[in-house]
C-alpha cells in the first residue's frame, strides 16, 4: 500500500543553517505530494505541494522536489530562522474518489538563535 | 467560518466510557476528513464524507469508531468504550472536494486521554 517516510528527529540547528528533512514515498500510479507544518500551539498548515514528477513547490523559503525516479520529496531550506521551528510532516495523496492524505511521522525542528 | 474548529480541545475519560468529538467544517467544504495522530506516529486517515454520498469508513480501526455529518456541516465522532490505546489528538480536516488540487485544511484537534 501507500506510505510515507520521513527522517526522524529532532533536529536542532542554529540559526541561518542550511536543512535537509528526507522524505520517500511508496505509491501506486502518480501521487501528489506535500509537505504539511504544525507551529507550536497552532494546526496543521500546508506549506507546499507538488502534483506531479520533476515539479517543484515552495513557500516561505522552503523548497521541495518531486523525484520519480527516487520517489522522494526533500524538504530544503537555505537559512533557517527560530520562527521555522515547528514539526514537518510530509504526505502522499493518491488518485481515486477518498482523497485522503497519507503523512509521514513528522520531524521536530528546533532552530537555536 | 473563518476556519475549521473543533470540540472539546482537550478530554480526558476513563477507560469504558464513550466519548463524542465535534468537527466544524469551512462553510461550502463539501469533504471532511478525520484523522487520528497518536504519540510518536504520523496521522491516521480514520474516515471521510463527500456531500452527501456514503461515507468512506475504510480508516476506522475498530466497530468502537463510528462518526456522522449531517449533509455538508457539522460531523461527530464517537468512540465507544474507550480503551488506553484510543488516546490520541484527533484531527479534522475539510476541503472543497477531493480533487487532488484541493487544500485539506486541519482544525486545531482534540486531545484525547483515556485513563
Known amino acids: 500500500g501507500n506510505s510515507v517516510t520521513q527522517m526522524e528527529g529532532p533536529v536542532t540547528l542554529s540559526e541561518e543553517a542550511f536543512l535537509t528533512i528526507n522524505c520517500t514515498y511508496t505509491?501506486?500510479?502518480?501521487?501528489?505530494l506535500f509537505w504539511y507544518v504544525q507551529y507550536p500551539g497552532e494546526g496543521l498548515q500546508l506549506l507546499l505541494k507538488?502534483?506531479?514528477?520533476?515539479d517543484k513547490g515552495s513557500n516561505k523559503g522552503f523548497e521541495a522536489t518531486y523525484r520519480k525516479e527516487t520517489t522522494s520529496f526533500h524538504l530544503e531550506k537555505g537559512s533557517v530562522q527560530v520562527s521555522d521551528s515547528a514539526v514537518y510532516f510530509c504526505?502522499?495523496?493518491?488518485?481515486?474518489?477518498?482523497?485522503?492524505?497519507?503523512f509521514g511521522k513528522g520531524t521536530k525542528l528546533s532552530v537555536k538563535p | 467560518g473563518a476556519g475549521v474548529s473543533q470540540s472539546p480541545s482537550n478530554k480526558v475519560t476513563e477507560k469504558g466510557k464513550d466519548v463524542e468529538l465535534r468537527c466544524d467544517p469551512i462553510?461550502?467544504?463539501?469533504?471532511l476528513y478525520w484523522y487520528r495522530q497518536r504519540l510518536g506516529q504520523g496521522l491516521e486517515f480514520l474516515i471521510y464524507?463527500?456531500?452527501?454520498?456514503?461515507?468512506?469508513k475504510s480508516g476506522l480501526p475498530s466497530d468502537r469508531f463510528s462518526a456522522e455529518r449531517t449533509g455538508e456541516s457539522v460531523s461527530t465522532l464517537t468512540i465507544q468504550r474507550t480503551q488506553q490505546e484510543d488516546s490520541a489528538v484527533y484531527l479534522c480536516?475539510?476541503?472543497?472536494?477531493?480533487?487532488?488540487?484541493?487544500?485539506?485544511?486541519f482544525g486545531p484537534g482534540t486531545r484525547l486521554t483515556v485513563l
Open positions: 504526505a502522499l495523496r493518491s488518485g481515486g474518489s477518498q482523497g485522503n492524505l497519507i
Open positions: 464524507f463527500q456531500g452527501n454520498s456514503a461515507p468512506d
Open positions: 505509491a501506486t500510479g502518480y501521487p501528489s
Open positions: 480536516a475539510s476541503s472543497r472536494g477531493t480533487s487532488l488540487f484541493n487544500e485539506q485544511f
Open positions: 507538488a502534483t506531479k514528477a520533476d
Open positions: 462553510s461550502g467544504h463539501t469533504a
